[in-house]
């Protein structure tokens, strides 16, 4: 299974933020989408998800027998930067509702309990209003929604800037344990970040996509390459 993108485009006013993005991500990979503060990632992951409408192009799921369809946004499962979740629910009610309303396509074996214990909530937490809750473990929560839908394709916009090093561990762990069976696009501007755990880095730069050699990332002069390709990036509102 592949996503594929064809020459999307976007601009706001007199700003092209997207000028021509097409590409072939796979399924089975981490990509590490990177670029510069405003370089348009998440105009680009808004565009994926009906957020926002592109001025042209489009994107496909196509499967492995060849048959290709329009990606629909109940095939993404995104992970915004800022999680956006019902304060006024604890975290217990909040998973067991979204459990409920897609219940044709959750894992009847597994328990509320059994997905919070894959993100490593304690016992006690599960049942505190969400509004009490650090930024980290609201994007925990955020992360379990994929988790049990179980969507193709899974977009994550700077989730593990928030996290403290033992739980931004865990989650890199855990991403690597479900990426067979996703695409899975991880976007930041922290290069190191992008080479710990992604197989394959793409720089979005200048309102395009580009596909960094893998074998660059063991190269010396790995980050003078990426500074040189990136530099000139003007960053957009």
Do not use: W
């Not at 993404?76 to 979204?98: A, H, M, N, Q, R």
């Not at 916009?157 to 344990?177: C, G, M, N, Y």
């Not at 394959?200 to 960094?212: A, F, K, P």
């Amino acid at each position: 299974m592949n996503l594929q993108l064809f020459e999307i485009k976007k601009s706001f006013g007199n700003k092209k933020v997207l000028r021509d993005c097409s590409f072939t991500f796979e399924k089975g990979k981490i990509y590490g989408l990177l670029g510069r503060n405003g370089a348009g990632k998440t105009t680009l992951f808004n565009c994926l998800t009906d957020e926002v409408a592109p001025d042209s192009g489009k994107a496909e799921i196509c499967e492995a027998n060849g048959n290709c369809h329009a990606l629909m946004a109940d095939e993404v499962g995104y992970v915004f930067s800022t999680p956006i979740l019902p304060d006024f629910l604890t975290g217990y009610e909040f998973i067991k509702f979204f459990m409920d309303i897609n219940e044709r396509k959750i894992d009847p074996h597994k328990t509320i309990d059994d997905y919070f214990d894959m993100v490593k909530i304690n016992a006690e937490d599960r049942h505190r209003l969400i509004k009490g809750y650090s930024h980290g473990m609201k994007n925990k929560v955020q992360m379990l929604c994929f988790m049990i839908v179980r969507p193709p394709v899974i977009l994550l916009d700077e989730p593990l800037t928030s996290f403290d090093v033992v739980v931004a561990l865990e989650i890199k762990q855990l991403l690597r344990e479900i990426k067979h069976d996703h695409i899975i696009i991880f976007s930041t501007h922290i290069l190191q970040l992008a080479t710990d755990l992604c197989d394959e880095i793409v720089v979005l730069s200048d309102g395009r996509l580009q596909q960094i050699d893998h074998t660059m990332l063991q190269s010396k002069d790995f980050e003078a390459q990426i500074i040189e390709l990136l530099k000139d990036e003007a960053a957009y509102d």
